[in-house]
T-cell receptor
Framework: SQQGEEDPQALSIQEGENATMNCSYK?????LQWYRQNSGRGLVHLIL?????REKHSGRLRVTLDTSKKSSSLLITASRAADTASYFC???????????FGKGNQVVVIP | DTAVSQTPKYLVTQMGNDKSIKCEQN?????MYWYKQDSKKFLKIMFS???????INETVPNRFSPKSPDKAHLNLHINSLELGDSAVYFC???????????FGDGTRLSIL
């Protein structure tokens, strides 16, 4: 089955810096979603980008989607210690919300 | 106020036992899911129900049986627990297909 694959797997940055994560997938998708998971908690939805969209913003988050390269990126600007979490991309490639999750990116923001 | 709630939060039991995990959502969503997250944080869908009807049933041992008494509840019953069942199980819900999913905080199942 298709899975999103995030790159890099672990990222450590200073507070105030930007963090960028990439995700690649293998087949055509209906949409791609990014989620955050804090330690010991459930996943929290961040952004959904549809296959006909190229870029979306939400606060300090910016997501891009390149369907020709089958890849997406998540940019967190002006990172904060509270952004420390695991970030997952998930692809919906059947259009029935059967999400395929990637392995996740551990981001540590150092105060 | 909790949107998707799961009980129990922790479940420690012995191999061979039968256990259930309950999930309730108060968001008025039509679709609910069960996911399994392993020790490497890999998250995989197990089941999905839409308005009490099973729509996704991944390759999961038939020891796992979901039950949806109404569209706000999706419970997971596991028979004859095995060591490999140790994981975090997440319940989630969404309004429709192609929408954001809302997750519970997970049930940490440990098999002794």
């Amino acid at each position: 089955s298709q899975q999103g694959e995030e790159d890099p797997q672990a990222l450590s940055i200073q507070e105030g810096e930007n963090a960028t994560m990439n995700c690649s997938y293998k087949t055509s998708i209906n949409n791609l979603q990014w989620y955050r998971q804090n330690s010991g908690r459930g996943l929290v939805h961040l952004i959904l980008i549809r296959s006909n969209e190229r870029e979306k913003h939400s606060g300090r988050l910016r997501v891009t989607l390149d369907t020709s390269k089958k890849s997406s990126s998540l940019l967190i600007t002006a990172s904060r210690a509270a952004d420390t979490a695991s970030y997952f991309c998930a692809t919906d490639f059947y259009g029935n919300n059967r999400l395929a999750f990637g392995k996740g990116n551990q981001v540590v923001v150092i105060p | 106020d909790t949107a998707v709630s799961q009980t129990p939060k922790y479940l420690v039991t012995q191999m061979g036992n039968d256990k259930s995990i309950k999930c309730e959502q108060n968001l008025g969503h039509d679709t609910m899911y069960w996911y399994k997250q392993d020790s490497k944080k890999f998250l995989k869908i197990m089941f999905s129900y839409n308005n009490k009807e099973l729509i996704i049933n991944e390759t999961v041992p038939n020891r796992f049986s979901p039950k949806s008494p109404d569209k706000a509840h999706l419970n997971l019953h596991i028979n004859s627990l095995e060591l490999g069942d140790s994981a975090v199980y997440f319940c989630a819900s969404s309004q429709d297909s192609g929408r954001a999913q809302h997750f519970g905080d997970g049930t940490r199942l440990s098999i002794l």
